[in-house]
């Protein structure tokens, strides 16, 4: 394909970059906004102080990992989405391979920590949590692999 011509695939690929790393974003904000709200609490004796001082207490550093990743996730999907349009090789293609696999990895730590936390583990959402980063990783190294060329 030349240069000049963005695939639509590539595109579609963009904006989905695009919503989801607004999702991420959101998802962030809801996070810092629990803290604030247990920070807010924090000295109160009331039984809604208590129940939201344990939730925190529960979630301990898997909430914390759980906001950093979301930030990092957030900032490469939206990074990558321009390139994807700019049709960059590394703005494009690097950092969206660099945020399929820590993406990946991410789902995987997550599964972990929550198997020993929590009781849970490798489930339905652990699994729809990784079909896009995967889907990402081989559209980026296959299909569009000549077209992020600048």
């Known amino acids: 394909m030349s240069e000049g011509k963005r695939p639509g695939g590539l595109t579609a690929l963009a904006v989905l970059n695009f919503i989801f790393g607004g999702f991420a974003m959101l998802g962030v904000l809801a996070m810092a906004a629990l803290f604030g709200v247990a920070a807010a609490v924090e000295g109160q004796d009331t039984e809604e102080a208590r129940k939201v001082a344990e939730a925190m207490e529960e979630a301990g550093p898997l909430f914390g990992v759980s906001l ?77 692999k000549h077209d992020l060329v600048r």
């Open 68 to 144: 950093v990743l979301s930030l990092v996730s957030g900032v490469l999907l939206i990074a990558s989405g321009v390139g994807y349009l700019k049709q960059k090789r590394f703005l494009g293609r690097t950092l969206g391979s660099v945020y399929a696999g820590l993406s990946i990895l991410a789902s995987l730590v997550t599964s972990a920590m929550l198997s020993t936390e929590l009781g849970g583990g490798f489930s339905i959402s652990t699994i729809v949590g990784l079909i896009y980063p995967v889907l990402t990783l081989v559209l980026l190294n296959g299909t569009f």
